[in-house]
């Protein structure tokens, strides 16, 4: 892999920042660096504080043009009343069609205001939909670039940035409150998500209509319903990795069936085709779930599979050198009878840059809770180590390395 995308990729996450968390992007042996490298990542690293700085004084500019708007609207109001004062109804003409209701802004969310203890009030949805509407812009753009095997542009990664650093307050604002595994979990909670998805229309000229609004609530509140149920179904014998696959299969039908209550053109906006489902890239799906929370393991053969998942399993666990040789052959008996699904899959020059489709994850999930069940029952580990065992984090999905024609 070119130093230019390594070194990239490493910016994008960045970018994502908290909402899509840390990256996993580079193969296993890419993951010592040389000087050349080390020198590039210092320097994205100033040039990442210099566009703190900007962000911080764009910020001020759009509260600024924000009030030259407010200010114009206001005079244009009472020239329009000036103009209209003593008219009859019929001399004024028909009244233009109502601005479309229940759009999340300033004042507050437009939906479950009151669940969750009010923290859905907390939020500037204003901000939310005008940043994330333009990132829907700017991601498919980088994605294009890395399909290409091209380094994203400097100023796409650059703006993408500043847009995020306002969602990372938003996802800190609610973290305590909502449900899900994770950060990301309660950002993609459906109470959440249905007044991300009205303020994002609303600002790219898409708004919901009452009917959709109304549809989009009462499809949040069946979701939320299930979604207590499956966690009320849980206890503390329930392992975490069997909460994270089965909290993303319920949000994937949440997002189909919210979807289909959209236009198409609606749905395009929220999630671009080229980049829908994508693990770090798409944001109105349930792959933002496991932006921290998988690994791509790029392997040639299956020892080096078994290598890069015993790598990564022995660093979680703090495992000793005997323990890892009492996992090596359970790992390995593991890795061969993995379904063809996981081994032989086609990928593209995204799924080689960790940017994975979220079903491929949720399959590697359900036959990893098998393996790391059976470590803890064999290893003998101490309580905290068999403890985190439980509460494994880290999907760990095999990817076939990419060979060219």
Same mark, same amino acid.
């Given at each position: 892999?070119k130093?230019?995308?390594?070194v990239g ?7 994502l920042?908290?909402?899509? %968390? ?7 042996d ?5 000087d050349?490298?080390?020198a590039?990542?210092r320097?994205?690293?100033?040039e990442?504080?210099?566009? *703190? ?15 030259r708007? *407010? ?14 004062t003593?008219?009859?109804?019929? =001399?004024?003409g028909p009244a233009? =069609?109502p601005?479309?209701?229940?759009? /999340?802004?300033?004042?507050g ?9 009010g ?9 939310v939909?005008?940043? +994330?509407?333009q ?6 753009? $980088? ?14 990664l !650059? ?5 995020? %650093?306002?969602l990372v ?11 899900g595994? !994770? ?5 993609s ?8 998805m ?15 609004a ?9 979701w ?20 994270l696959?089965e909290?993303?299969? #319920?949000?994937?039908r ?21 980049v ?12 933002i +779930?496991f932006?921290?929370?998988s ?10 599979l078994?290598e890069?998942? #015993? ?7 703090? +495992? &000793?050198?005997?323990?890892?040789d009492?996992?090596? /052959?359970?790992?390995?008996?593991w890795?061969?009878?993995l379904?063809?699904?996981l081994l ?8 080689q840059? %960790?940017l $994975?489709?979220? &079903?491929?994850?949720?399959?590697a ?5 098998r ?14 180590r ?8 880290? $999907?760990?999905?095999p990817?076939p390395?990419?060979?060219?024609e």
């Amino acid at each position: 892999m070119k130093i230019g995308l390594v070194v990239g990729l490493a910016v994008l996450s960045a970018v994502l920042g908290f909402v899509f %968390g840390t990256s996993f992007l580079s193969s296993p042996d890419s993951a010592g660096s040389s000087d050349g490298e080390a020198a590039t990542i210092r320097q994205l690293r100033s040039e990442n504080d210099k566009l *703190r700085a900007e962000n911080a004084a764009n910020a001020e500019e759009a509260r600024e043009e924000e009030e030259r708007t *407010r200010r114009a609207q206001d005079e244009l109001a009472a020239l329009r009343e000036e103009a209209t004062t003593g008219a009859s109804r019929e =001399d004024v003409g028909p009244a233009p =069609d109502p601005v479309p209701a229940r759009i /999340p802004g300033e004042q507050g969310p437009a939906f479950f205001a009151d669940d969750y203890e009010g923290a859905l009030r907390e939020v500037n949805w204003d901000v939310v939909g005008k940043n +994330l509407s333009q990132m829907m812009v700017l991601i498919p753009k $980088i994605a294009g670039s890395l399909a290409r095997n091209e380094s994203p542009g400097a100023d796409d990664l !650059g703006r993408v940035q500043q847009l995020n %650093g306002p969602l990372v307050t938003a996802a800190l604002k609610v973290q305590e409150n909502l449900p899900g595994v !994770g950060a990301n979990g309660k950002f993609s909670d459906p109470s959440f998500m249905i007044n991300a998805m009205s303020t994002t229309l609303s600002v790219a000229g898409k708004p919901l209509s009452e009917a959709q609004a109304n549809a989009l609530e009462s499809t949040a509140k069946t979701w939320m319903a299930r979604d207590r149920r499956r966690r009320e179904a849980y206890d503390e014998s329930t392992w975490l990795i069997r909460q994270l696959y089965e909290e993303s299969e #319920l949000k994937d039908r949440f997002f189909a069936e919210a979807f289909s209550h959209l236009s198409r053109e609606q749905v395009e906006t929220l999630s671009p085709p080229d980049v829908r489902g994508r693990v770090r890239l798409d944001i109105f799906s349930s792959a933002i +779930l496991f932006t921290t929370l998988s690994r791509p393991d790029f392997f040639d053969t299956k020892e080096g599979l078994l290598e890069s998942t #015993l790598r990564g399993i022995s660093g979680t666990l703090r +495992l &000793s050198d005997e323990e890892r040789d009492q996992a090596r /052959p359970m790992i390995a008996t593991w890795t061969e009878s993995l379904p063809d699904e996981l081994l032989e899959h086609e990928t593209d020059a995204l799924d080689q840059h %960790g940017l $994975i489709h979220v &079903s491929l994850v949720q399959k590697a999930a359900r036959h990893q809770e098998r393996l790391v069940k059976e470590l803890a029952s064999t290893l003998e580990l101490d309580e905290e180590r068999r403890a985190g065992m439980r509460r494994y984090p880290v $999907i760990h999905v095999p990817i076939p390395r990419y060979r060219a024609e």
